[in-house]
Each structure stands twice: as structure tokens, then as C-alpha cells.
């Protein structure tokens, strides 16, 4: 904290607006905790929406986007496509692949989609919910995936965009668990016949990061990176839409 000469503060006036700064951040810091705590998955975030959605056509083919922030802001970036392709985007900041998981049911099955697309992976390298093996970052897509096809939903599963560093974490190295974890969710969607969405491959830079004409802050995509991502998202709609 700067203080200028002209307005200089008595040593006790300054620890009391500082000892009151600290206050502040750790009543928020708790009450943030604590609402993380009472809704970890964040359910109230689309509760509403979901509940003004409209019925389903029997002859309509529903597209549901499940994520974290790559998804949400892929809405606020283009509206334009969402208005064209009817999607339903049901990303939230940050989240890690278990809160997901956890709101699944009722952002995903309960919508009676189609088809879901998954995105999810790179808030867990992040640790944003603390270490997780990349074993389980899978488990918990592969978890997804068998939840969704148990309910008669079509499977699109997609590859973790490219990063080498988090602006949040810095500390942490990401690129090589990317690969990895990419090389983990294909392997699965091979195995059964599932739709692979490869981002990665057409947005990665020489230094295993996003490139920066799609992205500002090396994680998420501006609307250029969208723009590439569009297509191929539609492009793996079609093909998992065809399959019988």
C-alpha cells in the first residue's frame, strides 16, 4: 500500500485503515468460502433458467454445453451463434470436473437433451478445487459420459484447450498435463465410439499454449477462437447426430 508524502498518515491511523483492509478481505474471503461450502456445485446458477426453459419438442434435437468458463463465455462472446444453433450453454467460471459432476443431473439429464457436449478438465490442472490426479479428472468425465448415455443422451466429448501457464496460479506448469489429459479423454472416446472434439490441435501454439490471435490471456478464447471452435463443435453435432 502507497502512501504520498502530502498525504501522510499518523502510524496509528495507518494500522488502523490497514488492520480494517485485512478485516474486510477475510470476512469476504469467508463469506465467499462459505457459499462455495453450501453450494459447491453452484446449482442456484442455472436453477431458474432451467425452470423457464421451454418444453422440448418431440421432433427437436436439443444441444446442451456443458463446461466451465471456456463454455459460459462462449455465449456472452457470441450470442449470435447461440441464437442460430439454439444451444443451451451451461458453463460456470472456474469450475472443477466433480462440481460438474455433482449438477449434472440437473443442468444436463433433466433438460432431456439430445446431446451434451463436455468440456472440462483444464480448472482441475488448475487445482481450483484443490490436487487431482489426471486419473480422476477422467473419472469424473468418464462418470458424465456414462450418466448421460444411461438417460438416452448422445456423447460429444471434448479436448481441454491449449495453455502453458494460469495467470492465477502461476506457479503452476500446465502444458505437458494438458497433452496428457487430452491423450486420456480420446483414448476413452475411442474405446467407445464416443465423438471427439480436438480443439487442442488447431489452437495450440510452438510453446504448448493458446495462440495468441485466439486469446488475451492465454486460457480463454476471444471471439477469434471461437470463431474456430464453432465449426468444429457443429461439425461433431452432425456426426454424433447421424449415428443411430
Known amino acids: 500500500m502507497y502512501f504520498s508524502k502530502t498525504n501522510a498518515q499518523s502510524p496509528i491511523k495507518m494500522k488502523s485503515t490497514v488492520g480494517f483492509f485485512l478485516l474486510f478481505l477475510q470476512v469476504t474471503v469467508y463469506s465467499q468460502n462459505e457459499t462455495t461450502l453450501m453450494d459447491f456445485p453452484n446449482l442456484k446458477k442455472y436453477a431458474e433458467a432451467n425452470k423457464t426453459l421451454p418444453a422440448k419438442q418431440s421432433n427437436a434435437k436439443r444441444i446442451v454445453l456443458m463446461g466451465d468458463s471456456i463454455t459460459e463465455f462462449w455465449k456472452t462472446t457470441d450470442p449470435d451463434f447461440f441464437t442460430k444453433t439454439g444451444y443451451i450453454d451451461r458453463g460456470i467460471s472456474g469450475q472443477t470436473s466433480p462440481q460438474m459432476l455433482l449438477r449434472f443431473r440437473q443442468d444436463v439429464i433433466n433438460l ?17 478445487t484443490g490436487p487431482i490426479s489426471l486419473e480422476a479428472i477422467l473419472d469424473n468425465i468418464i462418470s458424465m459420459a456414462e450418466l448421460a448415455k444411461a438417460n438416452k443422451i448422445k456423447v460429444v466429448l471434448s479436448s481441454v484447450l491449449p495453455a502453458n501457464a494460469f495467470w492465477w496460479r502461476t506457479e503452476l506448469k500446465p502444458a505437458d498435463k494438458i497433452i496428457a489429459l487430452n491423450a486420456l479423454i480420446k483414448a476413452y472416446a475411442d474405446k467407445h465410439n464416443l465423438t471427439y472434439i480436438n480443439y487442442y490441435a488447431t489452437m495450440v501454439n510452438d510453446e504448448k499454449g493458446l495462440d495468441k490471435k485466439f486469446s488475451d490471456d492465454g486460457v480463454h478464447p476471444m471471439l477469434s477462437g471461437y470463431k474456430v471452435m464453432e465449426p468444429l463443435l457443429e461439425k461433431a453435432i452432425a456426426e454424433v447426430l447421424s449415428r443411430k
Open 112 to 128: 432431456k437433451p439430445t446431446v451434451v457436449v463436455i468440456l472440462a478438465g483444464v480448472n482441475d490442472i488448475a487445482e481450483n
